[in-house]
């Protein structure tokens, strides 16, 4: 049986991850990928404790977490799309059109 600390230390790792991500990327798909490390490791987060607590509402709720991220990555992706047939670029410093 695997210790809940293990847990923790895997989704700090994915946390810390995907926070770096986000801070020094400029590649939109690239940031968009951090995010999803950054809520995959709040799931895990939920699952663990979920399981050490015998509850399994944190299990519930990280469906819903994973429903978000789905959406979030479509509704991402869609915008880069958009973006990327008016530009030919997807880095984040360019994207001033969305600014007017």
């Known amino acids: 049986m695997i210790p809940t600390s293990h847990y923790l230390f895997l989704s700090l790792a994915l946390f810390t991850i995907g926070v770096i ?6 590649n939109v798909i690239i940031i968009l990928m951090s995010i999803e490390l950054i809520l995959n490791a709040v799931n895990i987060n939920l699952v663990a404790f979920s399981r050490m607590f015998g509850n399994v509402n944190g299990q519930i709720f990280a469906i819903f977490v994973i429903t978000d991220a789905a959406a979030e990555a479509a509704v991402g992706l869609g915008i880069i ?20």
Do not use: Q
């Open 21 to 26: 991500g986000v801070l020094t990327r400029r």
């Open 81 to 100: 799309i958009a973006f990327f047939r008016n530009r030919p670029t997807v880095l984040a410093d360019e994207m001033d059109i969305l600014k007017w």
